[in-house]
């Protein structure tokens, strides 16, 4: 977490004890770059924390593009309507290894605007239903925490529970759209 920012003093405990990959934008600054990853986000992409802060998390993505879900988290994050989103998208490791990676967002409000943008990575390992419903169930967790530190630094963490739970259906639509050659 960068010291500097503001929801570092609340967020980092949470960050640093959290097995699941976290992250955290600012979408006040310029191209909304990452002030906070946790031990799980670099021990996934393979990058330090000093590698990836300040940067658009885009860095994970494809030299050849993400495909037509990179649109779709653009107008997610431009859209303060949508306030929280999961996208399946192909990304790649500091080592250069392609992985899928299932991208949820969230977004955090202050005097009511939006001010954050809080971001899960998961990755998807076909046939392994069990470590998806494990990870849901960490990312709940962390949510919870998440949402009462964002309260009492004067923050409402907006989107449901009903999202964090849907990634069996969002990962059963991607291979169905795989197999159908859907954009
Ligand atoms: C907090 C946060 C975490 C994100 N994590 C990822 C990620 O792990 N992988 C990825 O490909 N994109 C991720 N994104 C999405 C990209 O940063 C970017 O928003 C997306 O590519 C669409 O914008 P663009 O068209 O300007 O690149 C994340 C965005 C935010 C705000």
Redesign the pocket.
């Known amino acids: 977490m960068d010291n500097k920012s503001e929801p570092a003093r609340g967020f980092g405990d949470v960050f640093d004890k959290s097995g699941v990959s976290l992250?955290?934008?600012d979408?006040r600054l310029d191209?909304?770059p990452?002030i906070g990853v946790n031990t799980a986000f670099c021990k996934m992409s393979g990058y330090t924390a000093e590698q990836a802060l300040g940067r658009?998390?885009?860095f994970?993505?494809p030299s050849g593009g993400?495909g037509p879900v990179?649109?779709r988290?653009?107008s997610f994050?431009a859209d303060d309507q949508l306030t929280e989103g999961k996208f399946v998208?192909p990304?790649v490791r500091a080592d250069g290894a392609p992985f899928l990676?299932l991208?949820y967002?969230s977004k955090l409000k202050l005097d009511g605007k939006i001010r954050y943008?809080?971001?899960s990575?998961f990755e998807i390992v076909r046939h392994d239903d069990k470590a998806l419903g494990l990870y849901e169930m960490a990312l709940q967790q962390d949510i919870r925490e998440l949402r009462l530190v964002a309260g009492e630094m004067g923050m409402v963490m907006l989107g449901t529970f009903g999202q964090l739970a849907s990634s069996y259906s969002i990962i059963a639509e991607m291979r169905l759209s795989d197999v159908r050659g859907d954009t």
Do not use: P, T, W
Request: hydrophobic share 50%; glycine share 8%.
């Open positions: 992250s955290l934008a979408a191209d909304a990452l658009n998390c885009r994970l993505q993400a990179r649109g988290m653009r994050i998208v990304n990676n991208v967002m943008i809080l971001g990575q």
